[in-house]
């Protein structure tokens, strides 16, 4: 079993259509030749030369070991990783079917595969720093092998993709390996580390402390429930100096390891009534079931969803003005950096 990591789209901008339609597809544009029939690489290379005249040979070279594994490679049984950028989890599939060619289909969705997806996408804390460096390499389709990667997700399948192993929170493990090309997103991987200290941190009811601590810092006044039963809600919070002001929210917080279902924020939408408020807020460090935002429409009006992704936007907004004990428990510090231009 070889582990790949296939993107959809530089900004995940085909994550729906690859989950949606059970598929993994290769997003180079205007390439509408069978690879099939293109037995060596060096023939792909004239292809892709022929393709794309104005990219450098650099480039060229770079992108025929990419593609050329999708159809020569690749098995059937192998894994596919797909790392969100809608949400910080990672996708897994299976490969289950062979290397197909569609020179019908609208660019770039030509060639494709056929995967089985796992039920519901895999918190990124839930994988070692160290394959979270290999997720996140600059190429679009490449096999992933280092720090024994095929055998460490082959055992986390059979434990039902269970977080792999207590690490450290905050020291990267690299064991030496990682270099800039093995992992270019220094923000994302900024993430994962701010993330894995929150999750040591902030567990339970620490979590709706932390969200308080950010609804204080956006000028709410709050009332916090005892660690328990809350009777609906974790948090209610008023606009205004004494928090009688408009809008007026109640805000459930949940810090397991499971997605949230739409039965359950359905419970939030009537605590929202039997509180008197206006607006809800459901809070899920693991984020939310995949039918749940897409079946939120009727109401938009009265409620938003946060996972971890909108929940640390949140909190880098609004850092500077949380109480000083917040970030005491919190240290994070702010750094620029030149962004990362896309190179083809």
């Not at 030496?176 to 923000?187: M, T």
Request: charge should be negative; proline fraction near 4%; glycine fraction near 8%.
């Amino acid at each position: 079993m070889a582990v790949w990591l296939i993107r959809a789209g530089a900004h995940g901008e085909y994550e729906e259509k690859f989950i949606r339609e059970n598929r993994v597809y290769v997003t180079w544009d205007n390439l509408d030749v069978d690879l099939s029939s293109l037995k060596q690489k060096v023939e792909l290379n004239i292809v892709m030369n022929e393709k794309y005249p104005e990219a450098k040979l650099k480039a060229i070279q770079n992108w025929v070991g990419q593609v050329f594994p999708f159809a020569h490679e690749i098995n059937i049984g192998d894994l596919v990783i797909l790392p969100l950028k809608s949400q910080p989890a990672i996708q897994i599939g299976e490969v289950m079917g062979d290397y197909h060619f569609d020179k019908t289909a609208s660019s770039p969705f030509y060639h494709w595969r056929k995967v089985k997806w796992v039920g519901e996408a895999i918190p990124r804390a839930h994988f070692g720093q160290d394959l979270l460096y290999s997720f996140g390499a600059s190429m679009t389709i490449c096999r992933i092998q280092r720090n024994n990667a095929e055998a460490r997700l082959k055992t986390m399948r059979d434990n039902g993709w269970n977080p792999e192993t207590l690490i450290q929170i905050t020291k990267p493990d690299t064991g030496g390996e990682a270099d800039s090309d093995e992992y270019s997103n220094l923000e994302e991987l900024a993430r994962d580390q701010i993330a894995r200290l929150i999750a040591a941190r902030f567990k339970g009811h620490g979590l709706t402390r932390l969200v308080e601590a950010i609804l204080n810092a956006q000028g709410y006044i709050t009332y916090l429930s005892p660690e328990g039963a809350d009777g609906g809600a974790d948090i209610l919070a008023g606009a205004g100096p004494l928090g009688f002001g408009m809008p007026r929210l109640c805000v459930e917080v949940k810090s397991g390891d499971v997605p949230i279902d739409r039965p359950t924020v359905d419970k939030l939408l009537g605590a929202v009534t039997k509180f008197g408020a206006q607006e809800g807020l459901f809070v899920s460090w693991s984020g939310f079931k995949s039918n749940v935002h897409k079946e939120m429409a009727t109401s938009f009006f009265r409620v938003r969803l946060w996972s971890q992704k909108e929940l640390l936007e949140a909190l880098f907004l609004n850092y500077e003005r949380l109480d000083e004990d917040i970030k005491a428990e919190l240290p994070l510090k702010r750094i620029w950096t030149v962004a990362a231009q896309d190179v083809n």
